[in-house]
T-cell receptor, first 115, second 114 residues
Framework: AQKITQTQPGMFVQEKEAVTLDCTYDTSDQSYGLFWYKQPSSGEMIFLIYQGSYDEQNATEGRYSLNFQKARKSANLVISASQLGDSAMYFCAMREGRDDYKLSFGAGTTVTVRA | GAGVSQSPRYKVAKRGQDVALRCDPISGHVSLFWYQQALGQGPEFLTYFQNEAQLDKSGLPSDRFFAERPEGSVSTLKIQRTQQEDSAVYLC????????????FGPGTRLTVL
């Protein structure tokens, strides 16, 4: 079974607007971590934001925030005030307690920011 | 350098050839990871090192894949008798210690097997 599901293959957003990228996950562990990475066309994965399963507050990092809904097993990424440089592939990933080192990634969502 | 580096950035191999992909992690980083990313997909875990010890190789797709990190720094991923299905981007990542949140990724090596 897929551990991470990203249902939006591609999205367009107008510059300066906000965009929400969906991510749902599947785990039976109580302790896990959720990540979002950005992968521009250059290829390297850039860490954006992290949410621990026991964190009560939603994580925020600058223009990035993570909408964590534990009961629904969702961890959506919100990018506010989109910029042209935000155009990239975005991956949701999870690290589970029993294998607290390796990341399981979703299939990704391509975001294109329009001027 | 400041980040994780990988070489070569691009590799074209004929089916049946052996290839070796190199990863230079960030200096001092204990943990090192290899991932395989097929076109249009997310990365998939291959193997994990803590210093020179290979603690998990459960993601290696076959016994044609072999990884080493003999001195606990540079790592090499070797693929023997390459097949077309091995075509992918191979990403290396490192982190300071086990369990640290952030893994720093390199730019990847794009392998094309003809």
């Amino acid at each position: 079974a897929q551990k991470i599901t990203q249902t939006q293959p591609g999205m367009f957003v107008q510059e300066k607007e906000a965009v929400t990228l969906d991510c749902t996950y599947d785990t039976s562990d109580q302790s896990y971590g959720l990540f979002w990475y950005k992968q521009p066309s250059s290829g390297e994965m850039i860490f954006l934001i992290y949410q621990g399963s026991y964190d009560e507050q939603n994580a925020t990092e600058g223009r990035y925030s993570l909408n964590f809904q534990k009961a629904r097993k969702s961890a959506n990424l919100v990018i506010s005030a989109s910029q042209l440089g935000d155009s990239a592939m975005y991956f949701c990933a999870m690290r589970e307690g029993r294998d607290d080192y390796k990341l399981s990634f979703g299939a990704g969502t391509t975001v294109t920011v329009r001027a | 350098g400041a980040g994780v580096s990988q070489s070569p950035r691009y590799k074209v191999a004929k089916r049946g050839q052996d290839v070796a992909l190199r990863c230079d992690p960030i200096s001092g980083h204990v943990s090192l990871f290899w991932y395989q990313q097929a076109l249009g997909q997310g990365p998939e875990f291959l193997t994990y090192f803590q210093n020179e010890a290979q603690l998990d190789k459960s993601g290696l797709p076959s016994d044609r894949f072999f990884a080493e990190r003999p001195e606990g720094s540079v790592s090499t991923l070797k693929i023997q008798r390459t097949q077309q299905e091995d075509s992918a981007v191979y990403l290396c990542a490192s982190s300071l210690v086990w369990g640290r949140i952030e893994q720093f990724f390199g730019p990847g090596t794009r392998l094309t097997v003809l």
